[in-house]
């Protein structure tokens, strides 16, 4: 057996211990008695602002930019027979001009952009933060797309090459945010509260699209620091002060942590072990069916998020004539939706799991497969209910948001495929899923160029149905449930950690997480 130093951290692996957790069976390590609120707590809400702030940041575009175009200036092709009426007809609104003479293509580009930047620091973002710690990375991630976001309205005026130039940059370092997070929680999550606490943060990133769509509303329509452009100044600076926060509260691991109790942090150690620095089995990870199933779940469920979150405020404007106000109010109601199912369904994970009523695997199978096909089932029949903008908006609310159960499935699967390498899973698959990003965007300014009809846009939601489906019969043909031997150190260790406490993780120990003993 090896033995290493007191400085050096060491890989824990689940597979040393005879209690098969992945079955829901064994010995669960419970929290600190009496304990309410903890340090792991603290981090999960602190990064759960963290991500309202990047999805704020981040889909202001999509409700600035139906009040930067200039409308008035396209022509388009709205036959009689599918033009909507809409709630506000009849009503005397004032609308206002935007200044941009954009088309449907040239707004698809913009809106696809950012994603093109976004997809390129994902691998290393996650793989970053493994070595150098997910605080500066996600911190740092943030701050720079909220100091280039009050560049925006400088950068549009200044010419379309610009103004995408600048998206793609904000997408970089956006990107490494997702990757990040998911490495700390390799640190931070106790094997029985990975669902709990990486969907909560999580979470975050679609209330904060409910916060900031009809709040970018209500600026883009009012005349406060020239309308639109306020829209990127006021969550500009809100990214910045969240950032000054973080890097003074949060830190890496619970062993770097100044303020945490030693109950909690013995807790976390013996749950999850403490990681050692070893080389990345890239090999392994890239030829793992595993890793392939769960990319692939996570690309069907951001191409029909992102094709909704970019483009939703768009189709509510031109098919259903909603005014700007009511069009930021009405395009958050799904993610709201989706932010209560992410936190219905990873409690509910966790629950299933730690009662041994369903496997890992067929619990994330079955929570996966309900997040992608019901999306499916009601993005197929909208165009079966017409204009009937209310049953409209009540079957894209469900569509959109019902996929948040997702985080109780493939969201989290990383943690349970490769703890240790959580992060660059994240940043494979999340690379993955970025291609939606842009393509999604372009798909709809192709179908929709000056053909903003019912007709076309529904051929936008049954190609997403379509993704939905192949994605939910890979993940179930092909994910796992347990971790895998690539992310697994060689036979029994023992080790003594930088507090002179030993940990010994043996072969067929008994133990549920191996002994500790202070010496």
């Known amino acids: 057996m090896s033995v290493v130093s007191d400085e050096t951290p060491i890989i824990y ?26 340090t792991r707590h603290f981090l999960a809400f602190m990064a759960f602002l963290g991500f309202v702030n990047v999805y704020c940041l981040r889909v202001n575009l999509s409700v600035g930019l139906v009040a ?9 092709n709205t036959s009689d027979e599918e ?19 954009w088309d449907q293509n040239t707004q698809g580009i913009i809106l696809g952009s950012f994603f093109y930047g976004y997809i390129c620091t994902q691998i290393i973002g996650g793989k970053m933060a493994e070595i150098i710690g997910g605080k500066r990375m996600f911190g740092f991630g943030v701050l720079c797309t909220a100091v280039l976001t009050m560049l925006t309205p400088l950068a549009a005026r200044a010419g379309l090459g610009y103004f995408i130039a600048l998206r793609i940059v904000e997408g970089i370092g956006e990107g490494v945010t997702f990757p990040a997070m998911h490495a700390m929680w390799g640190q931070w999550a106790p094997i029985w509260e990975r669902s709990k606490l990486a969907g909560f943060s999580y979470a975050g990133a679609q209330l ?17 620091l020239g309308g639109w452009p306020s829209v990127f100044y006021v969550f500009g600076v809100l990214g910045c002060v969240w950032f000054v926060a973080w890097m003074l509260l949060v830190h890496d691991t619970p062993a770097k ?12 150690e013996k749950s999850i072990g403490v990681r050692e620095k070893m080389p990345t089995p890239w090999l392994a ?34 098919v259903l004539k909603f005014d700007i106000k009511s069009d930021g109010f009405v395009s958050a109601l ?19 799991r730690s009662r041994g009523f369903l496997s890992t695997l067929n619990t994330r199978r079955v929570i996966n497969s309900f997040g992608l096909l019901a999306p499916a089932i009601l993005m197929s029949c909208i165009g079966l209910v017409g204009c009937n903008y209310v049953v409209v908006v009540v079957m894209l609310t469900f569509a959109v948001g019902l996929g948040g159960f997702c985080m109780g499935g493939y969201n989290v699967n990383h943690l349970d495929l490769a703890p240790n390498f959580s992060g660059t ?69 023992s080790f003594r950690n930088n507090r002179n406490v030993s940990y010994s993780v043996l072969e067929g120990d008994n133990t549920a997480n191996g002994a500790i003993v202070n010496r």
Not at 68 to 76: A, E, F, I, L, Q
Not at 257 to 268: A, C, G, L, N
Not at 334 to 352: H, K, Q
């Open 13 to 38: 692996s689940q597979s040393h211990v005879k209690n098969d957790y992945s079955k829901g069976t064994g010995a669960v390590l419970k929290p600190p008695s009496g304990e309410c609120f903890g």
């Open 68 to 76: 930067m175009v200039n409308d008035t200036d396209t022509s388009k």
């Open 83 to 101: 033009a909507c009426a809409g709630p506000d007809s009849g009503q005397n609104t004032t609308v206002k001009v935007g200044e941009f003479n």
């Open 208 to 224: 904060g699209t409910v916060i900031a769509m009809p709040i970018c509303g209500i600026l883009a329509d009012s005349d406060f």
């Open 257 to 268: 942590h100044p303020r945490i109790s030693k109950v909690e942090r013995d807790y976390i």
């Open 285 to 318: 990870i890239l030829t793992s069916p595993a890793v392939w199933a769960t990319s692939a779940a996570h690309f069907a469920n951001n191409w029909g998020f992102y094709t909704m979150l970019t483009c939703l405020p768009t189709y509510m404007k031109d």
């Open 334 to 352: 799904p993610y709201l939706v989706c932010w209560m199912s992410m936190n219905i369904s990873c409690n509910l994970a966790d629950f299933i």
């Open 425 to 493: 899973l994240m940043g494979i698959t999340n690379m993955i899923a970025t291609i939606p990003g842009f393509l999604g965007p372009y798909v709809v300014g192709v179908l929709t160029n000056n053909q903003e009809t019912r007709g076309q846009w529904q051929k936008v939601f049954y190609i997403s149905a379509g993704v939905y489906v192949a994605g939910t019969v890979i993940f179930v043909l092909f994910a796992r449930g347990t971790e895998q031997s690539w992310n697994k150190p060689n036979g029994g260790l």
